[in-house]
């Protein structure tokens, strides 16, 4: 059974920083592109980072320059670095990877995900 579960998220300040885990059991985080996506009330879910099996990655246009993707195959673990947040990175953040086998095509499509975690919420404001 695949279980992704999200830690890290909270509260900051407009400027600060947060470092969200996805630890994963039941799948090798090595094995397929992982990505992190986020949906803010009343908004449709969007990709934010994702990383390619081969250690590539992509970034939405909002994130590129202040957010970071990595992985740490050892503890099965996927990050998102978070600098410079802004009260409209405010949402809850979801960690999700692709079906075993599966060919991930557009890294920042939530239709291409498989496994979802259950969520953490990250709040910025001013």
């Known amino acids: 059974q695949v279980q992704l579960v999200e830690s890290g998220g909270g509260s900051v300040q407009v400027g600060g920083s947060l470092r969200l885990s996805c630890a994963a059991t039941g799948y090798a985080v090595s094995t397929n592109s992982m990505g992190w996506f986020r949906q803010a009330p009343g908004k449709e879910r969007e990709g934010v980072a994702a990383?390619?099996?081969?250690?590539?990655?992509a970034y939405a246009n909002s994130v590129k320059g202040r957010f970071t993707i990595t992985r740490d195959n050892a503890k099965n673990t996927l990050y998102l670095q978070m600098n410079s947040l802004k009260p409209e990175d405010t949402a809850l953040y979801y960690c999700?990877?692709?079906?075993?086998?599966?060919?991930?095509?557009?890294?920042?499509?939530?239709?291409?995900?498989?496994?979802w975690g259950q969520g953490t919420q990250v709040t910025v404001s001013s």
């Open positions: 990383i390619t099996r081969l250690g590539g990655s």
């Open positions: 999700a990877a692709p079906d075993r086998g599966g060919l991930v095509l557009s890294l920042l499509l939530p239709e291409n995900y498989k496994y």
